[in-house]
């Protein structure tokens, strides 16, 4: 049973240009939820799949964000025109129905 | 918005102390996870607790959900260096999780 990968692992860009991550869950993993962790605090919920459908989104993403799970399996996060205050870990999680939540090794991004 | 506040923030031990690490809110969890997460890798699911009261042993930690499912508590006994790492609380809200702030352990040998 394979983890939850991401790629990259780690992202560095510039202010203003435009990046995607994207997070392979556990196989048979109906949902996928996305995380953003900044230095020194815990992970915030961003969004989150169940199949293909996005069920909720945080105040915190904002409409430079998106997310997608197109066919139910992978999942990808963009943010159009990066900010400095972007910069952070991005965690993917995946879960089966209402069990544990398995997170994966996150992507960090750093914009310059 | 629910808040998870853990306590203390740092603890920097030597080896074969023990500690506790809390956990505390004011809303009321259908579960509670712990997580500890190595520097530049993602939280690595630790428990869950459900049941208020509930207690949970795992090797020499040990984990206690409040009776309320309000505050949780980590118990760590004889600690060693590949303890260190970052604690964290997370309760459940409806499908997602809301994590603490975190306890950041540092075990000396």
């Known amino acids: 049973d394979t983890g939850v990968s991401q790629n990259p692992r780690h992202k560095i860009t510039k202010r203003g240009q435009n990046v995607t991550f994207r997070c392979d869950p556990i196989?048979?993993?109906?949902?996928l939820y996305w995380y953003r962790q900044t230095l020194g605090q815990g992970p915030e919920f961003l969004t989150y799949?169940?199949?293909?459908?996005?069920?909720?989104k945080s105040r915190l993403l904002s409409d430079r964000f998106s997310a997608e799970r197109p066919k139910g399996s992978f999942s990808t996060l963009e943010i159009q025109r990066t900010e400095q205050g972007d910069s952070a870990m991005y965690l993917c999680?995946?879960?089966?129905?209402?069990?544990?939540?398995?997170f994966g090794p996150g992507t960090r991004l750093t914009v310059t | 918005t629910q808040l998870l506040e853990q306590s203390p923030q740092f603890l920097s031990i030597q080896e074969g102390e023990n500690l506790t690490v809390y956990c505390n809110s004011s809303s009321v969890f259908s579960s509670l996870q712990w997580y500890r997460q190595e520097p530049g890798e993602g939280p690595v699911l630790l428990v869950t607790?459900?049941?208020?009261?509930e207690v949970k042993k795992l090797k020499r930690l040990t984990f206690q959900f409040g009776d309320a499912r309000k505050d949780s508590s980590l118990h760590i006994t004889a600690a060693q260096p590949g303890d260190t790492g970052l604690y964290l609380c997370a309760g459940e809200d409806t499908d997602k999780l809301i994590f603490g702030t975190g306890t950041r352990l540092q075990v000396f040998p």
């Open positions: 607790v459900v049941t208020g009261g």
């Open positions: 196989s048979e993993h109906n949902r």
């Open positions: 999680a995946s879960r089966k129905l209402s069990y544990e939540q398995y």
């Open positions: 799949f169940q199949n293909e459908a996005q069920l909720e």
